[in-house]
């Protein structure tokens, strides 16, 4: 039996990924994996969007600017620079125990790693990945490491994946931000998950505003900025999940 620790999209809350981490005991005080990570008895699952914070005040706590402008390049570099910073220790948190760390390619990541896109909405565009708006290119280590980050993960007949269990859910094209199956696919179609032949599913994406959703045999865990995460005990007969609250920053000791 293993212990999934299933972590929903992050949007760079890096201090609420390692207090997650922390809670779980999946992390050990020197910011690499700990015992039972190391040995396979547990296993971490990020749900991917590692990058672009979710809002602009997010962009503001993240950089220490209060004025923040997604306009302004001095802004856009430094708030690039920032979710480097950390995409650098995350990197070396996955790269301590590989076989038992799993990142999700998710959309905003795709999207900063092929430069295709610009990702956002009227209010914010998420342009610090984009030198001609004025941001930096993500490094080449790190697009590297971005590259190796599958689009779905099967653990005992559970699929984990960042939008859902059919391929056109994973497909990053066009049609995906043309059309709302992303977003509401498990609203009509929850049986794509029975239908691929899985007993369970854990997907991301789809932003939780009241928290964790679990819903016949599928769970909804985009709810990070929720200070919620989700854990699995797995084996071939067993499959139990808890919803996790993520302890205040003052409680942690990383």
Do not use: C
Request: aromatic share 10%; proline share 6%; no cysteine.
């Amino acid at each position: 039996m293993i212990k999934v620790i299933a972590i929903g999209d992050l949007h760079a809350e890096f201090p609420k990924l390692w207090r997650a981490l922390k809670n779980s005991y999946a992390v050990g005080e020197d910011w690499l994996p700990s015992d039972p990570l190391r040995r396979g008895v547990y296993r971490v699952v990020l749900m991917g969007d590692l990058v672009h914070p979710k809002l602009l005040a997010d962009y503001r706590r993240l950089t220490g600017l209060e004025d923040y402008d997604p306009s302004n390049p001095h802004h856009l570099r430094t708030a690039a620079k920032a979710q480097i910073r950390e995409l650098i220790r995350i990197k070396r948190f996955q790269e301590a125990a590989p076989e038992y760390i799993t990142i999700l390619l998710g959309n905003h990541d795709h999207a900063v790693l092929t430069g295709e896109m610009v990702l956002g909405n009227a209010q914010l565009e998420h342009r610090e990945f984009h030198p001609e708006l004025g941001g930096v290119e993500l490094p080449q280590e790190l697009k590297s490491w971005f590259q190796t980050f599958p689009r779905e993960l099967n653990l005992y007949g559970v699929n984990f994946a960042h939008v859902g269990p059919v391929p056109w859910l994973q497909t990053y094209d066009e049609l995906f931000y043309s059309s709302r199956e992303p977003k509401e696919w498990w609203l009509r179609n929850a049986d794509y998950v029975e239908r691929m032949g899985y007993r369970f599913g854990v997907y991301g994406h789809t932003v939780m505003r009241n928290g964790i959703l679990v819903k016949d045999k599928l769970a909804l865990i985009d709810a990070l900025d929720q200070d919620q995460y989700l854990e699995l005990l797995l084996d071939e007969e067993r499959l139990d999940w808890e919803i996790v609250h993520i302890p205040a920053s003052g409680t942690s000791v990383l």
